[in-house]
């Protein structure tokens, strides 16, 4: 510390030149996150095959290994979008004619000058089997299907230039599609980044002029972790750009929570740490004894909160992963407490305090000395009081979820828009249908390849989650009228080969001009590869895409091709499910696996740097057992709030892994804060040293815990459901351990051990237990 003070100026000057530096030459996070940051499914499920599957029946090169995401998705050459024209009043002939002729005028631009990259357009209009598919019952809304070639442009670029290709249109239009609701998700992602720095910056000030009442002291926190995250964000950037390193639309909403919140945290602990010996005297030497004592708490903290944020690297799942940035940003905070925060210290001294600086003795906690008291006096009042309040939110607790993106972002957007108008004049399936691929070793562009397809859809649209199947054989839904009585004939034919024993001589007749005719070969360009290998069939599902009940249904629908495709000319084809159905039924498996996997390495991590820390396995155990009540009870009061009472169907799907994370990472840091400062204080009985840390720490814990709260409630005006449940779940947590696990149940633990709290370890004896004597020489 002291080589450290010698160079301060030095290490200010190299701080403040590589944070400029690499600001100024990092790449932009925001179009990274674009780029590369969307969520994906590895290579080896069925959503991430089909993919592969489309891309090669598109004649695009699939890649051999890695995994296939929605970054892959974007390189595409075609996407999928559906143009929405909606009149609440319903739409007039006018309105119908404006349309067309927009639409006509649009296509000969593209056809003779590609602008937009609309590869192929389908609209109902003057297409009588159409109309019935694509405009609405009541008549207010008409859907047309595009495809879009990416052009090399961003999603956000293909965006706006498909709504200049209709602008023109004096009819309301709204696009919608995956990738459109994924662009907006990160739109609304960036705005609601930008909110959550300012709230965040803000808050931190004012809670910092309260706790120091000075002048200067906050400023010292908010300069630490500015210029580390800075430091830290651009590091991020190069490596996601040059190695791909994991990114999604959390990461930088994570690293500046995480960071600012136990920066803060931190930097709290260490200067009450330097007011508390600076009142001693030397200042040199205060900030020699605040690293050595509370600056060894802070090291391990900050240790722990690394491992927890490590550990997602073992995630297989790209979303997860992504979380590992916050790992990288605590590295380089932790070196910026160690080298920024004592030029402070050694610069300012007394002044740090100014203007309230005579008393330099921080106050104790009588709150928590009450609480200690307490539940040593009266340990199983304690435990019953921590029992009663905990109970109900972990009986209640059913651990429901959500996959809806569309409840991420709100209905401002115009994708929503598009998607609500298609579900409320068709069905939510429409806007989002789910697609089987396969792919077989001949060509089915054939009479028996036909019956083989409908036989299939049939199947399908025989289960009640499923509203329609559209295929080679029923490009509109109903089965071609000119197949109907082929298909019928070589059944008839099939069943009198089957009781009577003869020779099946093929039956029915194939119509003769089927496969020739220009209107059959535009079908089969659709729903099969030019090599007529590989078929598409659109599955539309009765419920919304996103719900529970259509992650289910894709179950069923698997089993019901295992049980088909066997009794057909393509027994042998590979087959995949894809779509958003599909993709975020495999998401539910991968995250549950990862989920269990993760929590598992991240505890085991925490524990061995609590055991080296306590020198205890007894602490080590009750600490992480509090941290995991913590967790679910919180859990509980999210569930309370976001489903019984504003009525969502669930918690998003990924927010319990974020949550845990977050929660265990960052509250093992409050046990730290009190059980090492009670190890410094083992010479006395195990009572009056856990009293003495809970006084001293308790105010620096309940304001930490204010501070990193309000960090993460500064997600809340984000406006994105996920960032508003994980702040919900932090806060509760946050609230929950500070003011009853730790200051309750942590005392109740200790009393019921007592010396064996150090088990297997050996405690010093208390002096006061030694002869009168000898403690006077002593």
């Not at 200067?271 to 090291?299: C, W």
């Not at 740090?352 to 609480?371: M, Q, T, Y």
């Not at 729903?527 to 289910?552: C, F, G, H, T, W």
Request: charged letters at 15%.
């Amino acid at each position: 510390m002291k080589t450290i003070l010698k160079f301060k100026w030095l290490i200010l000057v190299l701080w403040i030149a590589a944070a400029v530096g690499l600001t100024i030459q990092a790449p932009s996070m925001e179009t990274l996150v674009r780029e590369k940051g969307q969520v994906g499914v590895p290579d080896g499920y069925s959503s991430s095959l089909a993919e592969d599957f489309l891309k090669e029946m598109n004649g695009e090169a699939t890649e051999a290994s890695g995994t296939s995401d929605a970054s892959d998705s974007d390189a595409m050459s075609e996407m999928q979008a559906v143009l929405v024209f909606h009149n609440e009043n319903g739409l007039q002939p006018e309105d119908y004619q404006a349309i067309g002729e927009g639409l006509s005028a649009l296509m000969q631009t593209e056809s003779s000058s590609p602008t937009y990259g609309i590869t192929k357009l389908v609209a109902p209009l003057g297409e009588p089997q159409l109309e019935e598919q694509m405009i609405s019952p009541d008549g207010t809304t008409m859907l047309t299907l595009l495809s879009v070639a990416d052009l090399d442009r961003t999603n956000a670029e293909i965006r706006d230039d498909l709504y200049k290709a209709v602008q023109d249109i004096p009819v309301d239009h709204y696009y919608t599609g995956s990738w459109l609701i994924d662009e907006d998700v990160i739109e609304s992602s960036q705005e609601g980044l930008k909110k959550t720095e300012y709230i965040t910056v803000v808050f931190i000030l004012l809670i910092l002029f309260v706790v120091f009442r000075s002048a200067i002291a906050p400023f010292i926190p908010l300069l630490t972790v500015g210029i580390s995250y800075i430091t830290a964000q651009s590091v991020v950037a190069f490596l996601v750009d040059g190695i791909d390193f994991p990114l999604s639309n959390f990461t930088q909403i994570f690293m500046v929570a995480v960071m600012f919140g136990i920066g803060t945290d931190y930097c709290i602990l260490l200067i009450s740490r330097f007011k508390e010996e600076l009142a001693k005297g030397d200042k040199i030497q205060a900030i020699v004894t605040t690293y050595r004592t509370a600056g060894k708490t802070v090291l391990f903290s900050g240790i722990a909160v690394m491992i927890g944020f490590a550990s997602i690297g073992f995630s297989t799942f790209s979303l997860y992963k992504s979380a590992v940035a916050v790992a990288v940003g605590v590295a380089f905070l932790m070196l910026a407490l160690v080298t920024i925060v004592p030029f402070f210290m050694a610069v300012l001294g007394k002044s740090i305090f100014w203007p309230v600086n005579r008393n330099l003795d921080h106050g104790h906690s009588k709150l928590w000395e009450w609480a200690g008291k307490s539940s040593l006096k009266r340990p199983l009042l304690a435990f019953l009081a921590v029992a009663i309040l905990s109970s109900p939110f972990l009986i209640t607790y059913k651990g429901t979820l959500s996959y809806n993106s569309l409840d991420e972002i709100g209905d401002g957007y115009n994708s929503v828009k598009a998607f609500n108008l298609i579900s409320d004049g068709f069905s939510a399936g429409e806007a989002l249908p789910t697609q089987l691929i396969l792919k077989h070793d001949e060509p089915l562009a054939s009479m028996e390849g036909l019956v083989s397809i409908e036989t299939l859809s049939q199947a399908i649209l025989s289960l009640e989650e499923v509203s329609t199947v559209r295929s080679v054989s029923r490009p509109t839904g109903e089965l071609l009228p000119q197949l109907q009585a082929a298909m019928e004939g070589q059944q008839q034919a099939t069943e009198a080969a089957n009781d009577s024993q003869t020779e099946d001589t093929g039956g029915g007749i194939t119509p003769p001009d089927l496969f020739t005719s220009p209107e059959f070969q535009q079908i089969l360009d659709t729903y099969m590869s030019q090599d007529r290998m590989m078929v598409s069939l659109d599955i539309i599902l009765k419920p919304n895409p996103y719900s529970e009940e259509a992650l289910a249904s894709i179950k069923e629908i698997k089993a019901m091709i295992d049980q088909t495709l066997p009794n057909t000319v393509a027994a042998e084809a590979e087959y995949a499910i894809g779509g958003v159905t599909s993709i975020y039924a495999d998401l539910n498996q991968i995250s549950s696996d990862d989920y269990t996997r993760t929590s598992i390495l991240m505890l085991i991590g925490i524990a061995i740097i609590l055991i080296i820390l306590f020198r205890s396995i007894v602490m080590t155990l009750y600490v992480i057992g509090s941290l995991v009540l913590t967790f679910y009870t919180a859990m509980g009061v999210s569930e309370l709030i976001f489903i019984h009472a504003l009525g969502y169907d669930g918690i998003s799907w990924a927010v319990p892994f974020f949550a845990f994370v977050i929660l265990i990472a960052l509250g093992v840091d409050y046990s730290i804060f009190l059980m090492d400062r009670f190890n410094e204080y083992r010479d006395e009985s195990v009572h009056d040293a856990l009293i003495h840390a809970m006084k001293r720490m308790g105010t620096v814990i309940l304001s930490a815990a204010v501070i990193l709260g309000g960090t993460f409630a500064a997600m809340i005006p984000s406006g994105v459901l996920s960032l508003m449940q994980i702040a919900t779940i932090v806060l509760a947590g946050l609230s929950l351990y500070s003011l009853l696990y730790l200051p309750f149940f942590i005392p109740v633990m200790v009393r019921l051990f007592g010396n064996a709290n150090w088990w297997p370890f050996k405690r010093r004896q208390p002096d006061h237990a030694k002869p009168e004597t000898e403690t006077g020489k002593s």
